[in-house]
C-alpha cells in the first residue's frame, strides 16, 4: 500500500470524524469502561475538530482513503493524537506519521517533545523512543480517561 502523508484539507474532516469514531470504538474501548467510551465519541463532532484544526496542526496519511491522522502542536511542542484504522494496523502508517511530525519538530529545533498516551497506544510510543513521565487523568466533560504523559528528547 502506498501511503501519502499531507496536511489535512477542510474537506477531509467529515472522513477524520469516520476514522476516529472508529478507532475510539473499535480500539480504546478495549481499555477503557463503556461510559468513558460513550463520552469521548459524543466529542467527535464537526464543530469540535473545526475548533482544534483552528489551533493546531493536522497531517493525514492516504491510500485510497485516508487511513491515519496525526493532531500537534507548535506551540506547546506536544503531539495530541496520532490514530490509524483498525483495518490498516500494523503496516507502518502510526511510524510514518510519527516521523513527519518529528522531522518538522526537528526542523523547528525543538529539543523535547511530549503527549499524553492512551493506555493502548503507551508501546507505540515506546517503541518511537519515548518514556513515561506519569499516569494522569484527562477529562472529557463528566468521565476522566488515564492516561501517561511520556516525552522524547532529541
Known amino acids: 500500500m502506498r501511503i501519502k502523508i499531507e496536511k489535512l ?11 476516529h469514531r472508529l478507532v475510539v470504538s473499535e480500539e480504546n474501548s478495549k481499555y ?13 463532532n464537526e464543530e ?3 475548533l482544534q484544526t483552528a489551533k493546531t496542526e493536522w ?9 491515519g491522522f496525526g493532531q500537534y502542536s507548535l506551540e506547546t511542542n506536544e503531539i495530541l493524537q496520532i490514530n490509524v484504522s483498525p483495518l490498516q494496523k500494523n503496516k507502518g502508517i ?22 499524553n498516551a492512551t493506555v493502548n497506544s503507551i508501546g507505540f510510543y515506546k517503541k518511537m523512543g519515548f518514556k513515561e513521565k506519569n499516569r494522569i ?3 472529557i466533560k463528566t468521565k476522566k480517561v488515564e492516561m501517561v504523559r511520556m516525552e522524547k528528547e532529541f
Open 9 to 19: 484539507n477542510e474537506k477531509d474532516i467529515p472522513e477524520i470524524i469516520k476514522l
Open 32 to 44: 477503557y469502561p463503556a461510559g468513558v467510551i460513550e463520552e469521548w465519541l459524543s466529542e467527535i
Open 48 to 50: 469540535n475538530i473545526k
Open 59 to 67: 497531517l493525514i496519511a492516504r491510500s485510497d482513503e485516508i487511513v
Open 94 to 115: 502510526g511510524r510514518a506519521i510519527y516521523l513527519k511530525i518529528e522531522e518538522i519538530f526537528k526542523k523547528r529545533l525543538t529539543k523535547k517533545i511530549s503527549l
Open 137 to 139: 487523568f484527562f477529562s
